[in-house]
């Protein structure tokens, strides 16, 4: 019956010892903290904080001094009274809680500092992609083609047509391997603009996307997918897209005549 009774105070948020020197405290009536601590198989110094415990939520009261102080179950219908007055702080705590959220959003939202995701394995490196579908510009893109269909063959064969569809353009630096030159002659259905680099001075890993106030770096071989949310950092990556731009068509052009 005790065991019962252990359980389900435990069930009503009592902790494994408060539940044992709480039944212990019943059965004995009273007692000092060795003999409840025995009765109830917790060692002495657990059972002298516990039975503190206890008397805190009404549930024991001290009678005497050290060193016969004792302790004195007090009758079991003070744990419905505990209970209730449990609940009733939990339900002010509960409408604290909703009067502080306001603030504390506006203190994680605040536009003045990046926000950085990260998202692991093959599902992770799906969900950065699916993010880049989301851009209302243009996506600058370093990427290597190998890389990105090795890790993912399945995912890319709708990805393309997909953000072709929804509008959005890209231009993006590509090795020109024998894939990635395969890619580019599809340019134009899938509203890219290529520019293909040397792939023995530019097999370049991880993959970067920027766009809006996003840069989206994938590593295929960490399985890893990086969101940075900055309006500062994205800016300052486009300006440096530029120039590596210039340069890639520059090189893009070398490399077809």
Known sequence: ?????KESLKNVGFSKAEAAMYVALLELGRGTVSQVAARAKVNRTSGYHVLSALVAKGLATISGREPKQEYVAEPP???QKFVDHELERQKGVVGRTAALIPGLDALHNRGDRPRVRFFEGIDGLRAVYEDT?????????????DDMHKALPEYFSTYYGRRSRKGITIRAIIPATETGVERAKHDAEEK???ALVPADAFSFSPEINIYDDKVMIASWREKLGIIIESAEIADAMKKVY?????EAKRLDKTLKT
């Open 1 to 5: 019956m005790s065991d019962q009774l």
């Open 133 to 145: 579908l989301t851009s209302h510009e243009p996506i600058r893109a370093l990427a290597n083609v």
């Open 192 to 194: 890219r603009e290529s």
């Open 77 to 79: 219908a003070k744990l």
């Open 242 to 246: 530029e120039l590596a731009w210039a």
